[in-house]
């Protein structure tokens, strides 16, 4: 660990416990020998610690950090002290590469808990601990842990004041939470930036502290996740709202960046923590509003589907895990993407036959332009029509809703163009009866008559042809009935006039017999 490789006692070869004096005398001792460009040989340089310089430069800033006594209490938990004959042995056997033995011998002396003969020992064993990438296979984290769980036992017992009076003496006054807090930020800091753990086994290694400590080890770790997800958040959304046509690549682009500092912070809070389900909840929220904006986009200005992506976007927000409120509201708009989703392949049928159905929609509106469409004009609509429906249905098949409601809009416009043709050609025929015209140019208008009649029989037959809704299929073919059946009356009267001597009296029976 640097902050204990570096300690400002190491660099004085120093343990934590000397005096003012020992201190200056041991300053002199280093500039001594800097002037003639070696260094001193010390007890205290831990070799099993690795390389560290000791010059002018760093002896300044050591002595700088222990002139203030918070300061050298502090860094005198980081290192080693001097206080009885077991220390001198096991700070030997250190200097000797003796870990293990130095190890054992502390152990045996904290097994039985603290008291004012082996506080030092608790020290001692703790900062070895964390010194030591590993022990007897024991893993680095593991190791760290051990040695912050007899650090915190050390500053939480009541022979503390032993240990705090032996570094700084009995006039010092300390708050024993503020030195507890100031110590774990100073290992956390360090580990952060030297030991790459996750943070998974950062918290690990003070699952043992106080509660405090724990909250605030926490609260350290998760406010750098915490605060790239909350930047990331509001530039997806600023660029959602300018461009929401790029909505699916901005929300892409979030869940990438989003996902593992979520993943960081799941192993950090627990699965119940409310501050851990905010920030889940605020990116699931975000994507789902991604997709939202770039599906209404789409669907609005329409040159591509925006199916597929929108659905994978709200996806992506369920699959965060989001609770209360947000899921509720993935929830809702699901349903709404899948069903369009699996639409879509019928939609691209439908654009392909989609000049066809223009075509179509062409025709009607030129017949609803004409103030009095003739029989011809609705003969010839729905032969278009129904060539072009030829086209569609071999595309989309008799059965797609679309085709369905072109077939019908045709087949209902026409019967009525039809209908009130006919229903016109019955008045004049009707008002034929009270006329003073022969009986010859009577046959002729019956015989006009028969004609449009068989026309519009032609063109409802035409009609009845198309693929129809149940009750507009039976109108079609109820009116054909009725005109065909008026076809044959009419013809009968021409019949029965000619061969009765054209009595004005036939003529008006039958005629009140068809339409009377």
Request: charge should be negative; aromatic fraction near 8%; include cysteine.
């Amino acid at each position: 660990m640097l902050i204990i490789n570096e300690n400002p006692f190491r660099i004085l070869g120093l343990p934590a416990n000397s005096s003012e004096r020992e201190i200056q005398k041991q300053i002199a001792l280093i500039k001594r020998y800097s002037e003639i460009g070696k260094t001193p040989v010390t007890n205290f340089d831990m070799n099993y610690l690795g390389d560290f310089i000791r010059d002018k430069d760093n002896l300044s800033h050591a002595v700088s950090i222990i002139e203030q006594d918070n300061s050298k209490l502090l860094y005198a938990l980081l290192w080693y002290v001097d206080y009885n004959e077991i220390d001198k042995k096991c700070i030997s056997l250190l200097n000797d590469g003796n870990i293990n033995m130095a190890i054992s011998i502390w152990e045996e002396n904290t097994n039985e808990g603290i008291n004012e003969n082996n506080f030092s020992h608790f020290n001692n064993l703790s900062t070895l601990y964390l010194s030591i990438p590993d022990y007897n296979n024991l893993p680095y984290p593991e190791s760290l842990k051990k040695g912050m769980d007899l650090k915190f036992k050390l500053m939480d017992s009541d022979y503390f004041r032993f240990f705090v009076e032996f570094i700084n003496g009995y006039q010092y006054s300390y708050n024993v939470k503020e030195l507890m807090s100031k110590f774990s930020d100073i290992i956390l800091n360090n580990l952060i930036k030297t030991a790459q753990l996750d943070y998974k086994q950062l918290t690990g290694i003070f699952e043992s502290c106080p509660e405090n400590i724990r909250e605030n080890v926490i609260s350290s770790l998760i406010s750098e996740p915490a605060s790239k997800i909350e930047k990331i958040i509001g530039q997806t959304e600023s660029k959602r709202k300018e461009n929401p046509h790029k909505a699916n690549e901005e929300a892409k682009n979030l869940f990438l960046v989003a996902k593992p500092l979520i993943m960081d912070i799941n192993n950090i809070l627990d699965v119940n923590n409310a501050k851990r389900q905010q920030i889940i909840n605020n990116v699931s929220e975000e994507l789902l509003q991604c997709s939202i904006d770039y599906y209404n986009y789409y669907l609005d200005e329409g040159s591509i589907d925006p199916g597929d992506e929108a659905l994978k976007i709200v996806q992506l927000a369920k699959s965060v895990k989001p609770t209360s409120m947000v899921r509720k509201r993935i929830e809702e708009n699901l349903p709404v993407i899948e069903e369009w989703v699996k639409g879509k392949e019928e939609r691209d049928n439908i654009l392909k036959v989609k000049c066809h159905f223009e075509n179509i929609s062409s025709r009607i509106d030129i017949i609803l332009g004409m103030e009095n469409p003739s029989l011809n004009n609705v003969e010839q609509l729905v032969k278009f029509t129904n060539s072009e429906l030829k086209i569609i249905a071999s595309k989309l098949g008799v059965f797609n809703k679309t085709y369905r409601e072109y077939s019908d809009h045709v087949a209902g416009l026409s019967q009525h163009i039809v209908v009130t043709i006919a229903n016109a050609q019955q008045i004049m025929l009707t008002n034929l009866m009270e006329s003073y015209i022969s009986n010859n140019q009577k046959i002729i208008a019956l015989q006009t008559s028969i004609d449009t009649f068989k026309q519009a029989h032609r063109v409802l037959t035409k009609i009845s042809l198309f693929q129809l809704e149940k009750e507009l299929s039976e109108q079609v073919n109820n009116n054909k009935m009725g005109i065909n059946n008026t076809i044959y009356q009419l013809e009968g009267i021409i019949y029965k006039i000619t061969n009765q001597g054209g009595k004005k009296s036939v003529f008006e029976k039958f005629i009140n017999k068809i339409f009377g």
